[in-house]
Protein backbone atom coordinates (compact mmCIF):
# COMPACT_ATOMS: atom_id res chain seq x y z
CA UNK A 1 0.00 0.00 0.00
CA UNK A 2 0.89 3.49 -0.80
CA UNK A 3 2.44 5.74 2.11
CA UNK A 4 0.18 8.37 1.36
CA UNK A 5 -2.88 5.68 1.40
CA UNK A 6 -1.99 4.40 4.33
CA UNK A 7 -1.34 7.77 6.35
CA UNK A 8 -5.49 8.43 5.36
CA UNK A 9 -6.14 5.20 6.48
CA UNK A 10 -5.05 5.61 9.85
CA UNK A 11 -5.94 9.22 10.04
CA UNK A 12 -10.01 8.03 9.13
CA UNK A 13 -9.54 4.85 11.86
CA UNK A 14 -8.52 7.60 14.32
CA UNK A 15 -11.42 10.02 13.32
CA UNK A 16 -13.43 6.72 13.37
CA UNK A 17 -12.60 6.12 17.15
CA UNK A 18 -13.04 9.63 18.80
CA UNK A 19 -16.34 10.13 16.96
CA UNK A 20 -16.96 6.36 18.66
CA UNK A 21 -15.85 6.89 21.82
CA UNK A 22 -17.90 10.01 21.81
CA UNK A 23 -21.00 7.75 20.95
CA UNK A 24 -20.32 4.83 23.40
CA UNK A 25 -21.99 4.90 26.64
CA UNK A 26 -20.10 6.68 29.53
CA UNK A 27 -18.59 4.29 32.06
CA UNK A 28 -15.75 4.46 34.84
CA UNK A 29 -13.98 2.42 32.31
CA UNK A 30 -13.51 4.87 29.40
CA UNK A 31 -10.24 3.43 29.14
CA UNK A 32 -11.26 -0.36 28.61
CA UNK A 33 -13.34 1.28 25.69
CA UNK A 34 -12.28 0.01 22.42
CA UNK A 35 -12.54 2.80 21.01
CA UNK A 36 -10.42 4.62 23.47
CA UNK A 37 -7.69 2.23 22.90
CA UNK A 38 -7.87 2.36 19.17
CA UNK A 39 -7.70 5.54 19.41
CA UNK A 40 -4.88 5.95 21.24
CA UNK A 41 -2.93 3.60 19.19
CA UNK A 42 -4.21 5.15 16.01
CA UNK A 43 -2.57 8.77 17.29
CA UNK A 44 0.52 7.19 18.09
CA UNK A 45 1.11 5.71 14.54
CA UNK A 46 -0.25 8.90 13.05
CA UNK A 47 2.67 10.91 15.29
CA UNK A 48 5.04 8.50 14.02
CA UNK A 49 4.23 8.73 10.68
CA UNK A 50 4.13 12.33 10.80
CA UNK A 51 7.74 12.46 11.83
CA UNK A 52 9.13 9.78 9.47
CA UNK A 53 7.00 10.84 6.81
CA UNK A 54 10.19 12.73 5.08
CA UNK A 55 10.45 13.19 0.63
CA UNK A 56 13.80 10.99 0.06
CA UNK A 57 15.44 13.42 -2.05
CA UNK A 58 14.71 17.18 -0.39
CA UNK A 59 14.15 15.54 2.69
CA UNK A 60 10.80 17.58 3.20
CA UNK A 61 8.30 16.58 5.41
CA UNK A 62 5.41 15.70 3.67
CA UNK A 63 2.61 16.67 6.69
CA UNK A 64 4.45 19.06 8.99
CA UNK A 65 4.97 21.87 7.10
CA UNK A 66 6.09 24.33 9.93
CA UNK A 67 4.27 24.28 13.46
CA UNK A 68 1.11 25.78 12.74
CA UNK A 69 1.19 24.55 8.61
CA UNK A 70 0.12 20.87 7.82
CA UNK A 71 -1.27 18.92 4.98
CA UNK A 72 -2.02 15.87 3.59
CA UNK A 73 0.67 13.92 1.91
CA UNK A 74 0.08 12.75 -1.75
CA UNK A 75 1.98 10.11 -3.51
CA UNK A 76 4.16 13.13 -4.89
CA UNK A 77 6.59 15.64 -3.21
CA UNK A 78 5.03 18.64 -2.61
CA UNK A 79 8.25 20.49 -2.70
CA UNK A 80 10.03 18.71 -5.68
CA UNK A 81 7.67 16.04 -6.93
CA UNK A 82 10.02 13.06 -6.31
CA UNK A 83 7.57 10.03 -6.09
CA UNK A 84 7.19 9.24 -2.50
CA UNK A 85 6.26 5.02 -1.49
ZN1 LIG B 1 11.01 16.39 -2.29
Sequence with gaps: MKKAVKFKAYLVAL??????????PASNQFYANPFYIGG???AIVLIVN???YFCPKCKKN????SATSYRLP??????CGEEIN
Design 62 to 65: QVMQ
Design 40 to 42: FIF
Design 50 to 52: VIN
Design 74 to 79: TNKCYH
Design 15 to 24: ITCIIGFQFS
